[in-house]
C-alpha cells in the first residue's frame, strides 16, 4: 500500500490536471458557441448555390462541364480524397472516425489508387502512416477560418482533375449535428450532381458577358464552398466534441481525487492505529 505522503502528492497531481481540463471545457464551449453560429450562417450559401446552378444547368442542357460528367467504376482509375481533421488531439474520437473512413477508402480503390489532400495536420499524419500519395496538405488552421484557408488545397485538387492525374474527388468531415453527437460524412465533390428546383413557365437569368464563363465560375465556387462548409462544420465538431473530453476528464479527475481521498485516511488511521498499538504494548511492557 502506498505511503499517505505518495498519495497526497497523487491528489496533488491529479487536482492540477483537474483545473487545466475544467479551463480547457470552458474555452471549448465558448469557441463551440461561435464555430456553430458560423456554421448556421454558411448553411443557405451552400444550399442556395446548389440551387443557383441547377437552375442554370436547366435552362441550358447543352452546358457539359468536365466536373459534371458522370463516369463508370471502370473510367474511375484514381480517386482524391479531401480530408478535414483537426490540428490538435485532445478532441474524443471526432478524428479516429475520419480515419476509420480513410482505411475504408484505402480498402475499396486500392492504395496506390488514392491521392490524399488534407486540411489538418492529423489526416496528413495518418495518410503518412498509411503510406498514401499526398497532393497537398494545409495545417494550423485558425479557429475562425476563412475561404482562402481552403482555397489553396481546393485549387491543387481541381488541378489535378484537369490534368486527368484523378478521376474523381471525395470530401471527408465530421459534420456537426449537436453538442453531443457529431457524424463522419463522405460526399462527393466531382463529379457534381444538381437538381433543379421545380419552376413554373419557361426562365432564365441575365448573364453577362454569357452563360458558359458564368457557370465556370459557379461550379469551382461551389466546390470551394462546399470544402470551406465542411471545414466550418469539422471545427464546430472538434470544440464540441473537446469540451465533452474534458467535461468526462474532470468527472473522471473528481473520482479519482475521492477514491484517492479514501485511500488516504484508510493510509492514516492504520499508521495511527499502528501507533497506538506500539504506545500500548510499551505501557504494558514498563
Known sequence: MPSTKEIRSQIKGIKNTQKIT????????????????????????????????????????????????????????KVGVLVISTDKGLCGPLNTNAQRQMIALTKQYGQANLEIFAIGRRSALFAR???LEEGAVRTEVPDSPELSDVIGVVTVALQALNEGRIDKLLLVYSEFVNTMSQVTRVETLVPAVFEATAQEGVWDYLYEPESKPVVEALVRRYIEAVVYHGLLENKASEQSARMVAMKNATENAKKLIFELTLSYNKARQAAITKELAEIAAGAEAV
Open 22 to 77: 475544467r479551463a480547457m471545457q470552458m474555452v471549448a464551449a465558448s469557441k463551440m458557441v461561435k464555430a456553430q453560429e458560423r456554421v448556421l450562417q454558411a448553411r443557405p450559401y451552400a444550399a442556395k448555390i446548389r440551387e443557383v446552378i441547377g437552375h442554370v444547368l436547366k435552362a441550358h442542357p447543352e452546358f457539359k462541364h468536365p466536373f459534371l460528367a458522370a463516369k463508370t467504376d471502370d473510367q474511375i482509375k
Open 129 to 131: 502512416r498509411l503510406g
